[in-house]
């Protein structure tokens, strides 16, 4: 069975560091990875979607990377702002017909 | 706004009533999908939908009911509500389903529903 893991758990960083967040997968056989935001009360919003043929993705100044081989992926953040402050999900998509498998996530905390 | 919602945000219910959570998008996708979310358990799948009529059971499927009769609607059923129910219940859509249920295509999340079983 599918597990994802992101660490860390929590993580709080001043303003203008840039900081890249961890997520590992047991199974490489994956479709794709997604990596989301959840603010509190609210739903997740996508952020990067990496195929698993890709290494890479990039929008503004976020920037997902893809291991598939290892089960990695990394979410880095550059110059992070308190507006970056939220709960950060990976999920993959599974190539064995399964379904989309989260991550618990990664709070993040941006202090001005 | 292109946009996933859902009905109600916020229930407060009482075991064994039947309830139901509407989700609809306005997007045209084909795969539609319920989550739900719990502390230290994270987001689970409870049933998706590749298409219109065809629906299959996620990792948590007992004690709920899903139909697919029109494209842009996937109402979650709860016959007989318990309190091991309550949850953050999210929907999401996709362009398209792919192979065996994946979707293969950024998933669009509603904004949940925070239901609670006394």
């Known amino acids: 069975k599918q597990e994802v893991t992101q660490i860390p758990a929590a993580l709080s960083v001043p303003e203008g560091e840039n900081l890249v967040l961890n997520c590992s997968f047991t199974?490489?056989?994956?479709?794709?990875l997604q990596w989301f935001r959840q603010d509190p009360g609210k739903g997740l919003t996508s952020l990067l979607l990496?195929?698993?043929?890709?290494r890479e993705q990039t929008s503004g100044r976020l920037n997902a990377s893809l291991d598939k081989s290892s089960g990695r992926s990394t979410l880095y953040i550059a110059a992070s702002q308190p507006g970056d402050s939220a709960t950060y999900l990976c999920a993959v998509t599974e190539t064995s017909g399964s379904r989309l498998t989260f991550g618990e996530g990664t709070q993040l905390t941006v202090n001005p | 706004e292109a946009q996933v919602t859902q009905n109600p945000r916020y229930l407060i219910t009482v075991t064994g009533k039947k309830l139901t959570v509407t989700c609809s998008q306005n997007?045209?996708?084909?795969?539609m999908s319920w989550y739900r979310q719990d502390p230290g358990l994270g987001l689970r799948q409870i049933y998706y939908s590749m298409n219109v009529e065809v629906t299959d059971k996620g990792d948590v499927p007992e004690g709920y009911k899903v139909s697919r009769k029109e494209k842009r609607n996937f109402p979650l059923i709860l016959e007989s509500p318990s309190p091991n129910q309550t949850s953050l219940y999210f929907c999401a859509s996709s362009l398209r389903g792919g192979v065996l249920g994946m979707s293969t295509d950024t998933q669009y999340f509603g904004p949940g529903t925070r239901l609670t079983v006394l």
């Open positions: 990496i195929q698993s043929s890709q």
């Open positions: 199974d490489s056989a994956i479709y794709n």
């Open positions: 997007m045209n996708h084909e795969y």
